[in-house]
């Protein structure tokens, strides 16, 4: 069993910057495959960021391309997305999820990721 608890999510202004935070349980932390999913009301889950347990980032989609980033530090257990220049259309529930040790498949695919964090808020306003 893995637990995931996010952090870092609320309310600020377009233009602004947020960091969130997954802190990680498990001895295997270091091998796990990351991603970061956010879900805006109305609409289906969506791939933000990736990152592999060596550290790699993987494609972000071009709606956050150049202003998310993600990044972990394995000795605190820990993963991030640093999200810049926020607009209104990132107001989501944002998730992040391990897929599992040494995985190398689609970071994208939400239904490959074995275990999530509950989510947190992030609204963006204008």
């Known amino acids: 069993q893995v637990q995931l608890v996010e952090s870092g999510g609320g309310l600020v202004q377009a233009g602004g910057s947020l960091r969130l935070s997954c802190a990680a349980s498990?001895?295997?932390?270091?091998?796990?495959?990351m991603g970061w999913f956010r879900q805006a009301p109305g609409k289906e889950r969506e791939f933000v960021a990736g990152i592999s347990w060596a550290g790699g980032t993987m494609g972000s989609p071009d709606s956050v391309k150049g202003r998310f980033t993600s990044s972990r530090d394995n000795a605190k257990k820990e993963v991030y997305l640093q999200m810049n220049s926020l607009k209104p259309e990132d107001t989501a529930v944002y998730y992040c999820?391990?897929?599992?040790?040494?995985?190398?498949?689609?970071?994208?695919?939400?239904?490959?990721?074995?275990?999530w964090g509950q989510g947190t808020q992030v609204t963006v306003s204008s």
């Open positions: 498990g001895r295997a932390f270091s091998t796990y495959a």
């Open positions: 999820a391990a897929a599992g040790p040494f995985y190398s498949g689609d970071y994208g695919d939400a239904n490959k990721y074995k275990y």
